[in-house]
């Protein structure tokens, strides 16, 4: 059974930052591209960053671009997206995807973990 499951969420001050993983098993994670998502209440989800296989290609949305980095550890089948600088319009929940198609600036997804909530407020 393909699992993805997501932590490090929580409530952070604006400016601040959080590391959120996904540990993922049930599949070959070295195999798949890997993306990251939100979901802000009565918004649609929102794309925001992509990696391959190895890591060596990635790809951000502006709205997160240099302030968030993915990255992954294929020997510990796990993704992982560092927030900084972060602002009240960040919060969310914020869930990890394979892809399974597309390129990595427009990518298909396959399966969804069931997200981490990101609050943004002081």
């Known amino acids: 059974e393909v699992q993805l499951v997501e932590s490090g969420g929580g409530l952070v001050q604006p400016g601040g930052s959080l590391k959120l993983s996904c540990a993922t098993s049930?599949?070959?994670?070295?195999?798949?591209?890997m993306a990251w998502a939100r979901q802000a209440p009565v918004k649609e989800r929102e794309f925001l960053a992509a990696i391959s296989q190895m890591g060596d290609f990635k790809y951000y949305e502006n709205s997160v671009k240099g302030r968030f980095t993915i990255s992954r550890d294929n020997a510990k089948n796990t993704v992982y997206l560092q927030m900084n600088s972060l602002k009240p319009e960040d919060t969310a929940v914020y869930s990890c995807a394979t892809i399974t198609g597309g390129k990595l600036y427009s990518p298909s997804f396959g399966s969804w973990g069931q997200g981490t909530q990101v609050t943004v407020s002081s």
């Open positions: 049930g599949f070959t994670f070295s195999n798949f591209r």
